[in-house]
């Protein structure tokens, strides 16, 4: 299994969007004939995927042994469930006064899951949700979301705007890692595929398919198009709306605090600022509105790498997609839902070297500054 090699191929669905799949080596020339017989379009992104797996490897293990021996935690390196928890219990210990860790509940396998709440006081303050790795193998997510907290702890501290005034008026809940068992399964070493694990990791109907894509799972237009119900498909949506607990303890959680304005949630890849819908082609309500802000926190986004996204709702940029969070928080009232697919457009894909964390994770905060701040400003 472990010399196998995988390509990763880019083909264009009938609406021009890119879809990228993996291919084993061994169903190279089966797969090109039957895309070239079909007249699908298709290019090779990652010519040899293991190469990569491989270095993520090494490079983890690496700085695993550096941080033991340094006693110090490295936002350039990806880290598994247990160091971002112990790092998490490390930043509230040192910010006692504005951070808290609140048990949301648990897991299909019993993983507790944790949300981090920033807050200088108040009651049921007006809130902000920001969540990620809802998708496990979007580990740029998780690592973007581990300097995150760490930014918004430091940038209170030192008084740096705009946090201070945003934490003034609101609190900011944030959950590192959405989809704790699916991320756990993700560092499986012994088959690289698991690598590539997305959904959640419960039972279903079919005893040899895992898992629901956590993110076709919500009471939004469930079961429409844009999920499948096959329980063996990536995007299986599930037996029923909000049927998987990790859903279950987000929607819980934020139904009793019942005062979020903004939910935003983090994914990779395509570099894309997501509003809703994503179950249906027209317009919000508040699509001006939504498109506007979007587009300036792109731009915010943009002036500190010249990383380009692209601005759109979900059913315009990525496809139909029903059953999604952001469509979700929008029908439930919050106004200011957005959704990011961070680095890259497809070079690494899922694998984004850990070189560029750092990066990646400061231009996603000027996005994310800009939009608190703008929903502080704008109480509805
Ligand atoms: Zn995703």
């Known amino acids: 299994?472990?010399?196998?090699?995988?390509?990763?191929?880019?083909l264009w669905n009938m609406y021009y969007q890119p879809v990228d799949i993996r291919v084993p080596h061994s169903s190279l020339y089966a797969l090109k004939d039957f895309l070239k017989k079909n007249n699908i379009p298709f290019t090779v992104i990652i010519n040899n995927v293991q190469e990569h797996l491989v270095r993520e490897r090494e490079e983890m293990v690496r700085n695993a042994k550096m941080e033991s021996k340094t006693k110090s935690f490295n936002f350039a390196a990806y880290h598994d469930l247990e160091t971002i928890y112990n790092f998490m219990d490390t930043l509230v210990a040192n910010h006692s006064k504005l951070i808290s860790k609140v048990n949301i509940g648990s897991t299909y396998?019993?993983?507790?899951?944790?949300?981090?709440?920033?807050?200088?006081g108040g009651e049921q303050r007006p809130a902000i949700w920001i969540d990620a790795g809802i998708h496990a193998r979007e580990w740029i997510s998780h690592a973007t979301a581990v300097w995150l907290a760490d930014r918004i702890a430091k940038d209170f501290k030192e008084n740096r705007a705009h946090v201070p005034s945003i934490l003034s008026q609101m609190d900011i809940y944030l959950m590192i890692v959405a989809n704790p068992d699916g991320y756990v399964f993700t560092h499986i070493s012994s088959s690289p595929l698991s690598r590539f694990w997305c959904?959640?990791?419960?039972?279903?109907?079919?005893?040899?398919?895992?898992?629901?894509?956590?993110n076709r799972n919500w009471d939004a237009e469930f079961g429409g198009p844009g999920a499948s119900d096959d329980p063996c498909a990536e995007d299986y949506r599930g037996p029923s709306?909000?049927?998987?607990?990790?859903?279950?303890?987000?929607?819980?959680f934020i139904m009793s605090h019942g005062n979020f304005k903004s939910f935003m949630t983090l994914h990779s890849y395509m570099q894309l600022l997501m509003y809703p819908y994503?179950?249906?082609?027209?317009?919000?309500?508040?699509?001006p509105?939504?498109?506007d802000v979007a587009t300036k926190a792109s731009?915010?986004?943009n002036s500190w790498h010249g990383t380009v996204y692209k601005v759109g709702s979900i059913f315009h940029t990525i496809d139909q997609a029903s059953g999604t969070s952001v469509d979700w928080a929008y029908l439930r009232g919050i106004k200011y839902s957005f959704a990011f697919a961070l680095r890259d457009t497809g070079e690494?894909?899922?694998?984004?070297p850990a070189d560029q964390i750092v990066s990646t994770a400061r231009e996603t905060w000027f996005a994310l500054r800009y939009i608190m701040k703008y929903v502080c400003d704008h109480p509805y």
């Open 1 to 10: 299994m472990c010399s196998m090699t995988w390509k990763s191929f880019r």
């Open 109 to 120: 396998e019993n993983r507790p899951m944790y949300v981090l709440k920033f807050s200088t």
């Open 199 to 214: 959904k959640s990791r419960s039972a279903t109907s079919n005893p040899k398919c895992h898992g629901v894509d956590l």
């Open 241 to 252: 709306a909000q049927s998987e607990i990790e859903v279950k303890n987000i929607v819980k």
């Open 278 to 287: 994503g179950y249906i082609g027209i317009d919000a309500p508040d699509w």
């Open 289 to 291: 509105e939504l498109h």
């Open 299 to 301: 731009k915010a986004l």
């Open 348 to 352: 690494y894909g899922f694998l984004l």
